[in-house]
């Protein structure tokens, strides 16, 4: 069971009404295309106005009436599942292209965890078009990337600038000064919050509130 798609119902009225469309015209086009004959006016309205929302299905329905790609009526995609949609691929399509089995793939997609292979995962981030950031989002690697990432700012954090870079395919020497960075901002944040708190509990508080955000912190710095 997928959770519900992020739906972007100031989109779907903007564009709609670009077209010089009323949400009557909008059903017919589901109904006479896509064959939603169940879709109203109603329903394009509910939508519209936030009180309901698509299904994955209508979704795609409702994007090829309103002339646009998925993605444009979606919020940020947060899972496989809605990054495909996004994208108006069919799940098939990508188990072929990743060279997974059609039942493998679909059943990590209805999971929500990824278990390809290096190779798999790359052709994967390939056919979607996703950012460094979303491809390890997706393949369940945010976790132990955010792991690693805490303990290289609050150690010694050359000391894991291999992991790192073994689990994001990347090149050490786009990694360095990033952590170098992470690593001086946190320290500098740990030891002024020491000095004026009377206490270690403050410190402590300040310095979870940057590593709850570690992962976000690590990829402004690498891509901004």
């Given at each position: ?50 009180v309901a929302a698509p299904t994955a299905h209508e979704l795609n329905a409702l994007a090829g009436a309103l ?91 050359q000391a894991h600038i291999k992991d790192i870079a073994k689990l994001l395919s990347r090149d050490r020497r ?51």
């Amino acid at each position: 069971m997928h959770p519900p798609i992020p739906f972007n119902a100031r989109a779907a009225r903007t564009l709609r009404e670009k077209l010089g469309m009323a949400p009557g015209h909008v059903a017919y086009g589901m109904s006479a295309s896509y064959g939603m004959t169940h879709i109203t006016p109603d329903h394009i309205t509910a939508w519209e106005r936030g009180v309901a929302a698509p299904t994955a299905h209508e979704l795609n329905a409702l994007a090829g009436a309103l002339w646009c790609s998925p993605g444009e009526l979606m919020g940020r995609p947060r899972t496989l599942h809605e990054h495909r949609l996004a994208r108006g691929i069919a799940a098939d399509d990508i188990a072929d292209a990743t060279g997974l089995t059609r039942e493998a793939y679909q059943q990590m997609e209805a999971s929500g965890r990824w278990s390809g292979d290096a190779q798999q995962s790359a052709k994967l981030g390939g056919i979607l078009g996703l950012a460094p950031r979303d491809l390890v989002a997706v393949t369940g690697l945010e976790q132990e990337l955010a792991r690693l990432l805490t303990e290289a700012v609050s150690t010694r954090w050359q000391a894991h600038i291999k992991d790192i870079a073994k689990l994001l395919s990347r090149d050490r020497r786009e990694l360095k000064e990033p952590l170098r960075a992470m690593h001086d901002e946190y320290q500098t944040l740990m030891a002024a919050t020491l000095m004026r708190a009377s206490s270690h509990s403050a410190a402590g508080e300040a310095g979870q509130v940057y590593l709850d955000k570690i992962v976000d912190h690590f990829w402004d710095r690498l891509e901004g």
